[in-house]
């Protein structure tokens, strides 16, 4: 039981050294939950201004999304480490890519972070070994399964409505 709680917390701080140092693979590579394509106007590669999108997609309650440029054609996305004064934050399941493929489309995919596929299947595993109570075995993982789903339908709509700033963006130019 203690190595799993050493696993599971040096996960955690791996994760957040790859993600806050802008980890070029750990951004590029992974299992993807979502994808998105906007429609283009214009479907040509063209520059997207990081900082720009950044900006504009402003929340009111949730932590910001940062958005970092690797190259013309591929940007890492994830939420911001710290919200600041009434941000609401979350343990998100899913950091992203953005990336101007070949044919001109944009693309936005949503890779599962390591430490929410890790926990979740830690703790499924250990509500059915504890389960004595046949109704606990079912109710800590639904009520995970409702947590995360909320949070993956969260991370979903500021990711589409990203992309669609993005899209804009070379739209415009």
Request: proline share 4%; with cysteine.
């Amino acid at each position: 039981m203690e190595l799993l709680f050493i696993v599971i917390i040096a996960i955690a701080i791996v994760e957040t050294i790859l993600s806050s140092t802008w980890n070029r693979a750990y951004f590029s590579y992974g299992i993807p939950i979502f994808s998105y394509e906007p429609a283009l106007r214009n479907p040509l590669p063209t520059k997207i201004d990081s900082k720009k999108l950044e900006y504009s997609q402003q929340p009111k309650y949730f932590v910001a999304l940062k958005v970092h440029r690797f190259s013309d054609k591929l940007f890492g996305v994830r939420e911001a480490a710290w919200g600041g004064f009434g941000a609401i934050s979350y343990t998100p399941i899913m950091h992203g890519k953005i990336e101007i493929r070949d044919n001109g489309q944009l693309r936005i995919t949503g890779l599962v972070n390591w430490f929410t596929a890790f926990f979740t299947i830690v703790f499924i595993g250990l509500a059915m070994q504890w389960g004595s109570d046949d109704q606990m075995v079912f109710v800590l993982p639904a009520f995970l399964f409702c947590l995360l789903g909320w949070i993956y339908i969260t991370q979903k709509k500021r990711f589409i409505e990203l992309a669609d700033i993005a899209a804009s963006q070379t739209s415009d130019s």
